[in-house]
């Protein structure tokens, strides 16, 4: 069974940096694209970016580029989402995705993020 | 504001039919059949509900069909049931700079 699972809930204030994880499970990690979505409160879905974790390739929404870092340990079959420097803004609710060629397949079971002074 | 287009809600009563529509560009759902569409409840991650137009993944219910003309994309549900009341939101692949972008979404109401 093919599972994405997400690290836990987070909360953090300003400036602080944050790494989650996506773990996948039931396939092969290496072969297929993982892709964060973010889901702001109250909003709609907002593709953020993707890697390809056999090789690493990564490719990022020009409204995200700078803002995140996406990468990938084949190792141990994880994807990351991390920041540097966190904004209240960043609240949200972060999804990890598999991309099967054309459409998001699975999702992970999200991790939610508040920055909150 | 969302590259592609969808109504904010949409509703129908139990047994109707609703379509919601998903519109774009020749960028993105007019140049490729790859326009998919995610069922979201509350409190929860989304669902592939139909993938590459009008494919259905196995274990989706056949009441929800898809369909493209154009540079819109729609997606139907026929004889509604209270538990498709949800948002949906279509997505599609694209040529510009972000590869991958989301509708709107759309929140159903069954009455």
């Known amino acids: 069974e093919v599972q994405l699972v997400q690290s836990g809930a987070e909360v953090k204030k300003p400036g602080e940096s944050l790494k989650i994880s996506c773990k996948g499970s039931g396939y092969s990690f290496t072969s297929y694209w993982i892709g964060w979505v973010r889901q702001m409160p109250g909003k709609g879905l907002e593709w953020m970016g993707i890697i390809y974790p056999g090789d690493s390739d990564t490719r990022y929404s020009p409204s995200f580029q700078g803002q995140v870092t996406i990468s990938a340990d084949k190792s141990i079959s994880t994807a990351y989402l991390q920041w540097s420097s966190l904004k209240a803004s960043d609240t949200a609710m972060y999804y990890c995705?598999?991309?099967?060629?054309?459409?998001?397949?699975?999702w992970g079971q999200g991790t939610l993020v508040t920055v909150s002074s | 504001q969302s590259a592609l287009t969808q109504p904010a809600s949409v509703s129908g009563s139990p047994g109707q039919s609703i379509t919601i529509s998903c519109t774009g560009t020749s960028s993105d759902v007019g140049g490729y059949n790859y326009v998919s569409w995610y069922q979201q409840h509350p409190g929860k991650a989304p669902k592939l509900m139909i993938y590459?137009?009008?494919n259905r993944p196995s274990g989706v219910s056949n009441r929800f069909s898809g369909s493209k003309s154009g540079n819109t994309a729609s997606l139907t549900i026929s004889g509604l049931q209270a538990e498709d009341e949800a948002d949906y939101y279509c997505s599609s692949y694209t040529s510009s700079s972000t590869p991958w972008v989301f509708g709107g979404g759309t929140k159903l109401t069954v009455l």
């Open positions: 995705v598999r991309l099967e060629s054309t459409h998001f397949d699975y």
């Open positions: 590459e137009v009008s």
